[in-house]
Every structure is written in C-alpha cells, then in structure tokens.
T-cell receptor, first 112, second 114 residues
C-alpha cells in the first residue's frame, strides 16, 4: 500500500520569507498527487493536483506554486509568504481510477 | 457541477450510542465512488469506508456502515456502539469516472461524550 511522507510537520515562518513543503510517495508509481489546505475546523480546499511529472493544475489563484520534479515527489512553494498563507497543508496521493486518496500527516504552517 | 453536502456541522452523542451522519451529493455520472474519511484531533486523514455506486449492497466496516440511496443521491454513515476514539471531523467525498480529484463535503464534527 502507499505511504505518504510529508515534512516538516510544523513550520513557523516570517511574512515575506520563502516556503518549500515536500511530499514523497512510496509503494506506487505514476500516482495522482494533490496539495490541500485546511483552515481550523473547516473542509479541504484543493490547491494543486498533478497527474504526471511536470504536469501541474492549479485550482485556486494564490501566492503558492507547485512542482513535480519526479514521479513520486510533489513540492509546494512560495517566494514570499503572506499572513493568509497560514493553515494546515495536506499532501494526498491516489492511483488511477475511482480509488480513494491516501494522505500525509500534514504540515501546520504559521506565518508571523 | 458535482457537489457534496454535509448538512450537520456538529453532532454529539453519548458513548455507546448509535449516530448517523448525513451526506448528499449531486452528479450526472452513473459510475462513481463515495467515501467517508475521519480526521481526529491529530488531523491525520483516515479512510473509514468506501462505496461503489454500481453495488447495491451497503458497505460495512466493523462498527461503521453506510446507507447508500443512489436514486436519492444520499450516502449516510452510521456508527454503532460509538467510542470516545470516534471523536473527529468526518468528511464525505465523491469521485466520478471523469474526475481526477475527489469532491469534498464541508465536514461534520462528531463529539462522543463519556
């Protein structure tokens, strides 16, 4: 079965600083990969998804970008963080077809 | 557009009671999957149960079962003999044949009281 590694678990960054969150997947190949953001007590907001290396679809215009340099690696980045970028970020993976998604443990980002 | 609606923002029950969480969805697709995920205070997302739309039999996983009504586009989750560890946010999700991504409900916060 798939294993999703996501790090760091917690991050405190000043406004205007860069961001790089990394997600790697084990146990499958050519997965669909996703970045979600979740406000406290709220639902999931899809930020980006990728169906293959170098293929990124953005769902919400924002201060963030994503990249997929390798089949099982998905990176969420920002050049300059805003206060509004604070939140809980989840990486998810699914294989093709109508299968369920598996999630990493999440990153709690606080921009100060 | 495909949507998933969870109409109960928060529910609470006593330990050992049975509780049902509601979920409705809207789609024009005929083949799709439905899921319930649990997110405890640790915020790890955990798959609870899945249902294939072409299967008439309701899915069951130990104390968790669903009532899938395809014509009504309803997919409720029943938790029997609730335990303190069931306290969590519960999310209903949908994916159709033409989708790359899951469509999510807003979640229901379930509190199990001792």
């Amino acid at each position: 079965s798939q294993t999703i590694h996501q790090w760091p678990a917690t991050l405190v960054q000043p406004v205007g600083s860069p961001l790089s969150l990394e997600c790697t997947v084990e146990g499958t190949s050519n997965p669909n990969l996703y970045w979600y953001r979740q406000a406290a007590g709220r639902g999931l907001q899809l930020l980006f998804y990728s169906v293959g290396i170098g293929q990124i679809s953005s769902e919400v215009p924002q201060n963030l970008s994503a990249s997929r340099p390798q089949d099982r690696q998905f990176i969420l980045s920002s050049k300059k963080l805003l206060l509004s970028d604070s939140g809980f970020y989840l990486c998810a993976c699914k294989t093709g077809g109508n299968t369920e998604a598996f999630f990493g443990q999440g990153t709690r980002l606080t921009v100060v | 557009a495909q949507t998933v609606t969870q109409s109960q923002p928060e529910m609470s029950v006593q330990e050992a009671e049975t509780v049902t969480l509601s979920c409705t969805y809207d789609t024009s697709e005929n083949n799709y999957y439905l899921f319930w995920y649990k997110q405890p205070p640790s915020r790890q997302m955990i798959l609870v149960i899945r249902q294939e739309a072409y299967k008439q039999q309701n899915a069951t996983e130990n104390r968790f079962s669903v009532n899938f009504q395809k014509a009504a586009k309803s997919f409720s989750l029943k938790i029997s003999d609730s335990q303190l560890g069931d306290t969590a946010m519960y999310f209903c999700a949908f994916i159709g044949d033409s989708n790359y991504q899951l469509i999510w409900g807003a979640g229901t916060k379930l509190i199990i009281k001792p």
